[in-house]
């Protein structure tokens, strides 16, 4: 049952990320349209967009405290909340800041609905023929240029943008020298 709910899922986590992230900046943005007594309301809901996509991990993630597994129940637990949220909030639902919670809401089902939150698994290489040359050596080109990013993500970690600009010089040089 658990492969069923994800056979139509096209977005990527990372992609679902990035979309929470642009969702909670309109809810930031909106705070300048919304009446006074709507912006709070504004204000939480894009902190919790900004804050759940921070903590769950995966290529746009800042920390894993949230699985995916977990993470999929927060976003159908938002969604909810996000659509009652003038009601049970006292703001009512003739403020301007209604559109921008429903707006979200909606988003956010749609997001939740489409989104593998797990990682594909590899498939397993065909036992009944032998790997070819070429493509081992694809794969060996594959994988320098795998090290070479890495090397490059940990040099802009530990070193800021003057030596990931001497790495990418270093690494283009010796592509050139091929």
């Not at 993470?71 to 637990?77: A, G, L, N």
Request: with cysteine; glycine share 12%; net charge positive.
């Amino acid at each position: 049952m658990a492969d069923r709910r994800n056979e139509g899922a096209s977005v990527p986590f990372w992609v679902h990320q990035a979309i929470e992230y642009l969702l909670g900046v309109f809810a930031f943005m909106s705070l300048a349209r919304v009446e006074p007594r709507a912006a709070t309301l504004c204000a939480g809901a894009g902190a919790a967009l900004l804050l759940l996509p921070a903590l769950s991990g995966g290529r746009l993630g800042v920390t894993q405290l949230v699985g995916p597994r977990l993470h999929r129940v927060v976003d159908y637990v938002a969604v909810p909340v996000l659509a009652t949220s003038p009601w049970w909030s006292g703001v009512g639902w003739g403020a301007g800041g209604v559109w921008v919670v429903e707006a979200l809401a909606i988003a956010l089902l749609w997001l939740a609905r489409s989104t593998a939150y797990r990682r594909a698994a590899p498939e397993p290489p065909d036992a009944t023929s032998p790997p070819s040359s070429s493509s081992t050596a694809a794969s060996d080109a594959l994988a320098g240029t795998a090290r070479a990013a890495g090397r490059l993500a940990g040099t802009v970690g530990r070193k800021g943008p003057r030596a990931a600009g001497v790495a990418v010089g270093r690494i283009k040089r010796r592509r050139s020298d091929r």
